[in-house]
């Protein structure tokens, strides 16, 4: 799916571990307009994919954080980043995403691919955002939402295996009234598109089927059309 995602010279910057533990729904690297010399931190970094592309556009000058609950995934985002040969303006923190401890208004850019929606107090992440953020500075999202609602009964099933990219998923308008609400403004829908039968099977059971079940046929069936990736970027609120 990645190499839908991004372009084949982004592609050729990234090593194969990051590649093969790549499991996003955009690319935010490449609409977040990142410049040299900026900080960016990387909500929910996984292997380490937009890491590295956002440490090549910030150049030696800048600096990247790459925020992760978990351990192993930091550990491979560490492998893939010295594969890659980038050392100096990258560093790692192991926490919870609303809870990064990194100090207030100290980054430029914000970015998260397919992370958030598994979270299930968004409000809390998009505050630990906007604190981080300098006053103007910028987030660039891709996530997965539900266009409409589904069953209760079935949105339980999904929230069995959370980890699946279905089970935290909540309705578009919902969404993005909690990222308003959390301080951001002039949010700019940069793209939008109702996954594919393929697409969604795979975010389903994200990160792969050895942690995350597949759902029933049946249960994939009746969200057909109902399931949306969405990429968007807004500014921090001044003041």
């Known amino acids: 799916m990645e190499q839908h995602l991004y372009s084949p010279e982004e592609l050729a910057l990234v090593p194969e571990v990051a590649l093969n533990l790549s499991r996003g729904c955009g690319n935010p690297t490449g609409f977040a307009n990142i410049q040299r010399g900026e900080v960016a931190a990387d909500f929910g970094c996984g292997g380490g994919i937009d890491v590295i592309l956002a440490a090549n556009k910030v150049g030696p000058e800048g600096r990247v954080i790459g925020i992760d609950f978990a351990p192993q995934m930091i550990e491979r985002a560490r492998q893939a980043v010295a594969a890659a040969g980038l050392h100096r303006n990258i560093e790692f923190v192991i926490a919870d995403l609303d809870k990064t401890e990194l100090p207030n208004s100290s980054v430029d850019v914000v970015i998260s691919n397919c992370v958030i ?47 699946g ?50 759902p029933a046929p049946e249960d994939l069936a009746a969200v ?16």
């Open 117 to 163: 929606n598994l979270i299930p107090d968004k409000e809390a992440v998009y505050r630990e955002a906007s604190r981080i953020l300098k006053s103007g500075g910028r987030i660039a999202i891709s996530d997965i939402v539900l266009s409409q609602a589904i069953d209760p009964e079935l949105q339980e099933r999904f929230q069995s295996t959370w980890p």
């Open 165 to 214: 990219c279905l089970g935290g998923a909540i309705i578009e308008a919902d969404y993005l009234q909690i990222f308003a609400n959390a301080g951001f403004a002039r949010i700019q829908m940069v793209a939008r598109h109702l996954l594919t039968t393929v697409e969604l099977a795979a975010m389903a059971c994200c990160p792969g089927e050895e942690f995350t079940p597949a």
């Open 224 to 239: 057909q059309g109902k399931v949306a990736s969405i990429k968007f970027k807004a500014v921090k609120q001044l003041g």
